[in-house]
């Protein structure tokens, strides 16, 4: 009879256990799909919360631009980022202008010869003043260009076929910032020191120069413009446009000791652009969710030229 009872009384214990953890892989299971559930939905949200911050900044900027001549560092836009909060979450948009920066689709013509224009000069500049190589131009000149002639330090098709896995150069404009990672010599360190710099995207389609706004360009981008200018005159543009931005390309001519260098510039550099960058995050409880966009202001409506959502 004891050992019967004995036996009786293990078998219950075996029995409440295996319950027990049957219970609780439930629990479990149902806190995990309820969980997954709530971040998808959190993340939808998110992700409609960043679109609508995309289509405010495009509005903001639709309604801004119009009213001047000029844009700057010193517009609501740049100075003032949209910031939302409510109960059901919060939204920050950031914009930035594209037309400050290096277009690298101007810097080599179709032929690929790049000798003596001016964008491939400033990049040259550019890359000296971050200490990069200046045979970069090659590669990136062989990526544009439609031959199949490498540079002396470039490489076409045989090259990038050698690589694992294989692929084939663009043989024509480059496409996105991020397209530049696949060109030889612009590794991850390289990409990095560069991409606050450089853009794709160019005001007006098309065109033979890709000029730059002064009132929006770095101080490295201003350094590069001309080999005569100098850390002293770069800190006199900012200085200026700090207090009262360049309204025309000609007030360049205004700054002290600029005389000679701005009027090599008139017809390369601009005081209003035209090509913006909007990032705009969303976060929802544990949830955050950002839509990247390139836009081209300016026409009838409103050009999207990239659209990223992560």
């Keep these: 009879m004891r050992s019967r009872r004995g036996f009786a009384l293990i078998l219950t214990l075996i029995i409440t256990t295996l319950l027990i953890a049957l219970v609780t892989e439930f629990i479990h299971e149902v806190y995990l799909e309820t969980t997954l559930r709530g ?29 001047q001549s000029y844009t700057s560092l010193n517009d ?11 109960e059901r979450g919060v939204l920050d ?9 290096l277009n690298l689709n101007a810097v080599v013509p179709a ?33 544009i260009d439609l031959n199949e002639e490498p540079h002396r330090s470039g490489a076409e098709a045989g090259w990038y076929q050698r690589l694992k896995p294989p692929y084939l150069p663009r043989n024509g404009p480059l496409r996105t910032v991020e397209e530049l990672r ?19 995207y160019a005001d007006i389609p098309n065109a033979p ?17 001309d080999d005569a200018m100098s850390d002293e005159l770069v800190t006199r543009i900012v200085d200026r446009r700090k207090s ?15 005389e000679q260098i701005a009027t090599n510039l008139q017809t390369l550099i601009i005081t ?9 995050t969303a976060r929802i409880g544990e949830t955050a969710r950002t839509v990247e966009a390139v836009v081209r202001m300016g026409g009838a409506r409103p050009e999207f030229l990239y659209w990223r959502e992560y």
């Design 39 to 67: 971040s998808y939905r959190d993340g939808q949200q998110a992700f409609l919360m960043a679109d609508s911050g995309i289509m405010g900044g495009v509005r903001l900027l639709q309604t801004v631009l119009p009213a």
């Design 76 to 86: 609501i836009w740049k100075v003032k980022p949209l910031h939302l909060e409510d």
């Design 93 to 101: 948009v950031f914009i930035e202008e594209e037309s400050g920066k």
């Design 111 to 143: 032929t690929g010869e790049y000798s003596g224009l001016f964008s491939a000069k400033v990049l040259a500049r550019l890359l000296k003043r971050l200490k990069l190589s200046e045979e970069l131009i090659d590669p990136l000149a062989d990526w």
């Design 182 to 200: 696949l060109v030889k010599g612009f590794t991850g360190a390289t990409f990095a020191l560069l991409r606050p710099y450089i853009t794709v």
């Design 209 to 225: 120069t890709a000029p730059i706004n002064i009132n929006t360009a770095s101080p490295q981008i201003l350094a590069s413009l």
């Design 244 to 258: 009262e931005p360049f309204k025309s390309s000609a007030d360049l001519l205004k700054v002290a000791g600029l």
């Design 272 to 280: 209003k652009g035209g090509v913006y960058r909007l990032m705009a």
